[in-house]
């Protein structure tokens, strides 16, 4: 055995072999089918991605996890970002997934359910922008594929209940990268030739691959800006696409589309032959009718010169009726005038004046004497409280031989304690002032 030579360790093997396909595989995109998905209480998913010749083994922790749009399940076809790594402690060649999305139908599952919820939340599929379906239509339009199984049907169904309706085919495509524009371009054209008042939108089954040419948002768009009442009949009965959400209506299936708008030409033929038989009767009744009445006008009708000599002795009774009325409206109107003359005349402004001033000369001599009473009593109060205030007045104290003396606050002085030698009095006699300073005090 060679002494120079170099002996990993099962750890250190691993380690630098996980080394290598990190750093030689950094992010890639894998596909395919999820296989033993397993969710252990860490919140961390471990599952098998395979298709049919290999296998990967995979992990997706919970922080990544978060942020799917989807629950990821076995058996789901899914488009994996991620980067190849090896768990050291088993040895195990792994794959650790950072994002995943649904692959095939379920992408476009997700595609579908995103454009709904928009043309949803911008009022596409909103029951007020609905036009009326006419029932039965003038004339119908079909966009369809002319050699598809859908426009067979359709034309099958009208042969059999209602052959007389015209039809107009505008051919297109319904299926591929091209549909969705020759669906635009169909629908314009119906627009243009204003020849049919319903269209019908109509395909038959397929996947939802086949189908998606409906599930364009530019189609939508055609759709809920056409003038002409649109109805879809795309696919089978559990088929829904965006189409069937924009249009004015939805039939299940392009059979049941020919069956809503076509009534039954039996039910019409019975329906013509009771109108018809009821016309019949009506006009049997209504001769009938305007023969008795033809019968009792000729019975009534008189000679023309009869009609006018009563209708001239009608008139000289309405005039001598007139002139009666015109003489008892005059002696009314007589009489009236009479009755104002005299009211007039009784309620001449003259007496009435002479009466107010009558009462004028009176309320102002009332007026004079209350003056005079006033004054005299207010004077007679005023010489009273004359009186009592010079009884009052301090003044008259001082006329007798007294005096106030004030101090240099001009206080009177009540209190021999109130007063030290060296102020400055000021005694205020009936006639004058004295202003003195203390040299001593003494008490009583």
């Not at 309706?165 to 495509?173: D, E, F, S």
């Not at 691959?209 to 879809?232: G, K, M, R, T």
């Not at 009186?387 to 004030?406: E, N």
């Amino acid at each position: 055995m060679p002494l120079n030579r170099k002996i990993l360790s099962v750890s250190q093997l691993n380690r630098e072999a996980r080394f290598i396909l990190e750093k030689n595989f950094s992010t890639l995109w894998v596909e395919g089918e999820i296989s033993n998905l397993s969710r252990p209480a860490s919140g961390h998913i471990y599952f098998t991605l395979k298709d049919q010749d290999a296998q990967i083994r995979c992990a997706m922790f919970r922080n990544r996890l978060n942020h799917l749009r989807f629950n990821p399940q076995n058996g789901e076809q899914i488009a994996l970002r991620g980067s190849i790594s090896l768990y050291e402690a088993r040895g195990d060649y792994q794959l650790i997934a950072e994002h995943m999305e649904e692959a095939g139908e379920g992408a476009l599952q997700r595609a579908y359910e995103q454009l709904k919820k928009r043309l949803e939340a911008e009022g596409l599929f909103d029951e007020s922008h609905k036009q009326p379906i006419p029932s039965p239509p003038k004339r119908l339009g079909l966009i369809s594929s002319p050699s598809g199984a859908a426009i067979h049907d359709i034309l099958s169904v009208l042969k059999r209940r209602f052959p007389a309706l015209p039809v107009t085919l505008y051919p297109t495509v319904v299926q591929g990268a091209d549909a969705p524009a020759k669906i635009i371009a169909a629908i314009a054209q119906a627009r243009t030739r204003e020849e049919c008042d319903l269209i019908i939108l109509s395909r038959g089954g397929g996947s939802m691959e086949d189908l998606w040419c409906f599930n364009d948002e530019a189609v939508a768009q055609a759709i809920y800006h056409c003038n002409i009442p649109i109805l879809s009949a795309i696919g089978h009965e559990t088929d829904f696409t965006i189409a069937d959400f924009v249009s004015d209506l939805r039939a299940p299936t392009p059979s049941a589309a020919a069956e809503l708008i076509s009534p039954d030409q039996s039910e019409w033929i019975h329906s013509l032959q009771q109108l018809q038989q009821r016309l019949l009767r009506h006009q049997k009744r209504e001769i009938e009718t305007f023969s008795l009445q033809l019968h009792a006008l000729q019975k009534r009708l008189r000679h023309p010169g009869e009609r006018m000599q009563q209708v001239s002795q009608r008139l000289d009774e309405m005039e001598q009726r007139l002139q009666r009325a015109q003489q008892v409206l005059i002696d009314k109107k007589s009489e009236k005038l009479r009755q104002l003359q005299k009211q007039l005349q009784h309620n001449t402004p003259d007496s009435q004046i002479n009466q107010l001033r009558g009462h004028l000369y009176t309320q102002t001599q009332q007026l004079k004497l209350a003056i005079q009473h006033q004054l005299h009593h207010r004077s007679t109060q005023l010489s009273g409280l004359a009186h009592t205030l010079d009884a009052l007045s301090p003044l008259l104290t001082l006329a007798r031989g007294y005096s106030i003396t004030l101090n240099e606050r001009s206080e009177a002085l009540l209190d021999i304690k109130t007063v030290r030698c060296g102020d400055t009095l000021e005694t205020r006699l009936h006639k004058g002032h004295i202003v003195s300073q203390v040299v001593s005090t003494r008490s009583r």
